[in-house]
C-alpha cells in the first residue's frame, strides 16, 4: 500500500535539510571556535593582598604622569628598594605609575583596567608586558594557547585605546622563560608572533621584543640577568629600560 503524499513530502524536505555528518562536524567546530577564551575575559582574585594592591594602585594615579606600566610581577617588583636607580634614571622623569602585581594573568589585568586603572589619567605613553603566567602550567589550573593569550593581549590594548585615546600603547613581546627551549617558552614565542602584528590594526600600538637582552651567544637565558630564569634582576631591569627608553622618548613626542 503506497503512504499518502502527506507524509512523504515532508519526509523528503526533512532528509534533504538535516545536516551531512561532513555539514555537521564544520558546524561543531565553528561552536567550539566561538566559545568564550578565559584570557580574554575580566577575572577578579579574591585574594586580599591582590585587593590591596589593586588599590594601592588605584591611589597612585595622577594627572600628570605621563607612562604607566601595565603587567605582572616582572613590573611588580620594579617597587624593590634595590630597583631605585631604574626609577631616578627611566621612570621618574615621566611621573610613572607602576600599575604591575605579581601573578596576574590577562584576565585580572583586563578586570582591573575595568575597573578604575585607567581612570582620572592620562599618559603619553603606557608600557604593555603581559602573558608569561597564562602560560605557566605549574601554579595555574589552565594553560592558554597562544591564540587565545594573543585574544586576552588585544582585549587589555583594546581596553587601554578605548579609555585613553590618545595614549600610545608600547607592547613589550613576553620575556624569555627558562634555560633551555620548554613548552612555555615556545608557546610565549608563538604568542609574541600574533601579538606583533596588532599595530596593523591599531596604529597607537607599537611592538618591541627585547629578548636578546637576556640571552647570551649560545641562545640560553643569562642567570646573571635573570636569577629564576624569568623575572629581571636590578641589573636586568635596567637593561630593560635602557632598550625601551629610545621608543620611550620617541612616542613621547
Not at 607612562?67 to 615621566?94: M, T
Not at 613576553?174 to 617558552?185: A, M, Q, S, V
Request: proline share 6%; aromatic share 8%; charged share 25%.
Amino acid at each position: 500500500m503506497l503512504k499518502p503524499l502527506i507524509y512523504i513530502i515532508p519526509a523528503l524536505f526533512l532528509l534533504a535539510c538535516s545536516p551531512s555528518e561532513k555539514d555537521s562536524s564544520k558546524i561543531e567546530h565553528e561552536i567550539a571556535e566561538n566559545l568564550d577564551n578565559p584570557a580574554a575575559m575580566a577575572q577578579k582574585k579574591e585574594d586580599e593582598g591582590w585587593l590591596k594592591r589593586h588599590q594601592t594602585i588605584l591611589d597612585r594615579r595622577t594627572p600628570e604622569a605621563k607612562l604607566i606600566l601595565v603587567g605582572n610581577s616582572i613590573f611588580h617588583s620594579l617597587d624593590k628598594d634595590d630597583r631605585n636607580k631604574v626609577w631616578e634614571k627611566y621612570l621618574n622623569p615621566f611621573q610613572t605609575i607602576n600599575m604591575g602585581i605579581s601573578g596576574d594573568r590577562t584576565e585580572n589585568v583586563i578586570w582591573r583596567l575595568e575597573n578604575g586603572l585607567l581612570e582620572n589619567i592620562n599618559p603619553k605613553v603606557a608600557v604593555v608586558l603581559i602573558g608569561t603566567n597564562n602560560t605557566d602550567g605549574n601554579h595555574y589550573l589552565s594553560i592558554s594557547t597562544p591564540e587565545e593569550l594573543a585574544e586576552g593581549i588585544n582585549k587589555i590594548c583594546s581596553l587601554i585605546s578605548e579609555k585613553l585615546p590618545d595614549t600610545e600603547i608600547l607592547l613589550m613581546g613576553i620575556l624569555p622563560y627558562g634555560y633551555k627551549p620548554n613548552h612555555r617558552d615556545n608557546i610565549n614565542k608563538a604568542t609574541n608572533r600574533l601579538i606583533s602584528k596588532f599595530p596593523k590594526d591599531n596604529s597607537n600600538i607599537h611592538y618591541i621584543d627585547i629578548s636578546e637582552v637576556y640571552y647570551n651567544d649560545q641562545g640560553k637565558v643569562i642567570r646573571e640577568l635573570m636569577p629564576d630564569f624569568l623575572h629581571p634582576n636590578p641589573k636586568g631591569h635596567e637593561l630593560m629600560f635602557e632598550a625601551l627608553y629610545p621608543k620611550i622618548m620617541d612616542l613621547m613626542k
